[in-house]
């Protein structure tokens, strides 16, 4: 299946769109770091929570970079050491974002709610599908397509998380703007770069997602061969 041409493909072009993606994010959020703001991005995490009725919620630091996240099972806001620390635009969008999930979840927000019900099996998926996927393979080259099928449908829970992701996202980055909009955190014009920083940030969502579509596609053709 490796030798397959559309397999190839597929592999080559979700490559080279995923590196792109994220060399215009890092190029982005390196540029609007340069931009300063009153206020740090926990300070922004805190006040956009307050301001929405979210008391409940903790901001707290991580370590890397774009490691940031939501996490409703421990109900944290985790913004990197950057974003939590500095004060400029991308740490401002970052975190406005991060809390735009909070409010998701506050708000009971049905894509978000979806996902976090599916987490458990997305992640017995990834950790096993490659070794599934790889002896069913083996397998089908010997006419039994069993096993295949079930790593197929493993990798299906996985593409189908991908594609969930992408309204929580958006949503997400949505409530972020319209906050940070409001906020008087950032000016007119810084508006408009913290919009091009969640726009990028995105985009490898969206990446992640056709790729995974691509990939699943292949395996189902292979399969009818």
Not at 70 to 95: D, G, I
Not at 124 to 140: C, E, H, N, P, R
Not at 180 to 189: F, I, P, R, W, Y
């Amino acid at each position: 299946m490796i030798a397959d041409p559309l397999y190839i493909v597929v592999t080559v072009i979700c490559l080279l769109a995923s590196r792109g993606a994220g060399f215009m994010l890092q190029k982005r959020f390196s540029e609007f770091s340069q931009s300063p703001v009153a206020y740090t991005g926990k300070q922004v995490a805190e006040r956009m929570l307050h301001e929405n009725g979210i008391d409940d919620v903790e901001v707290i630091s991580v370590a890397g970079q774009l490691t940031d996240h939501y996490n409703p099972a421990t109900k944290t806001v985790n913004l990197s050491e950057p974003v939590c620390h500095q004060q400029n635009v991308a740490a401002a969008a970052v975190a406005a974002h991060e809390c735009g999930h909070a409010v998701q979840h506050a708000k009971a927000y049905a894509p978000l709610t979806f996902r976090s019900a599916i987490v458990p099996v997305v992640n017995i998926s990834s950790k096993f599908m490659q070794w599934v996927l790889l002896a069913g393979v083996v397998m089908a080259a010997s006419g039994s397509t069993t096993v295949l099928w079930i790593g197929v449908a493993m990798f299906a829970v996985t593409t189908l998380f991908s594609i969930v992701t992408l309204p929580v996202e958006f949503d997400a980055s949505r409530r972020a703007l319209k906050w940070l909009d409001g906020s008087g955190v950032v000016s007119s014009a810084q508006q408009e770069q913290a919009a091009s920083a969640l726009k990028w940030a995105a985009s490898t969502y969206v990446v992640a997602a056709l790729a995974s579509i691509g990939q699943l596609l292949v395996f189902l053709r292979y399969l009818r061969r």
